[in-house]
């Protein structure tokens, strides 16, 4: 089992930026893959980035890519995203989520994510 709990969203304006958290507690924690993902209304919940337990392989979608950065610190179970350069595109609700790896890595494969947090939501506006 996974817990998490993502803090750090809020509203922030175009070009800025914004570090979302996530608080990740349970067992084996070394073995799950990290990810995040977002979700606007009417539209399907998308992966933008992960962060594998094998290799620390990263993933990341290429809408996102260059601007946002994953990180997972081991020590204090903190999984974050630093986001820059934000765009209004961006406007979602940020989840973070967990699965079980087993000798490959499961970012950026469509993987069904057993563990979820409860969101925080992400508005770029000005």
């Known amino acids: 089992q996974l817990q998490l709990v993502e803090s750090g969203g809020g509203l922030v304006q175009p070009g800025g930026s914004l570090r979302l958290s996530c608080a990740v507690s349970?067992?084996?924690?070394?073995?799950?893959?990290l990810a995040w993902f977002r979700q606007t209304p009417g539209k399907e919940r998308e992966e933008i980035s992960c962060?594998?337990?094998?290799?620390?392989?990263?993933y990341y979608v290429d809408s996102v890519k260059g601007r946002f950065t994953i990180s997972r610190d081991h020590a204090k179970n903190i999984l974050s995203l630093q986001m820059n350069s934000l765009k209004p595109e961006d406007t979602a609700v940020y989840y973070c989520?967990?699965?079980?790896?087993?000798?490959?890595?499961?970012?950026?494969?469509?993987?069904?994510?057993?563990?979820w947090g409860q969101g925080t939501q992400v508005t770029v506006s000005s």
């Open positions: 989520a967990g699965v079980w790896e087993v000798a490959t890595t499961l970012c950026g494969r469509d993987t069904n994510f057993g563990f």
């Open positions: 349970g067992e084996a924690l070394n073995y799950y893959a």
């Open positions: 962060i594998s337990s094998i290799g620390g392989r990263t």
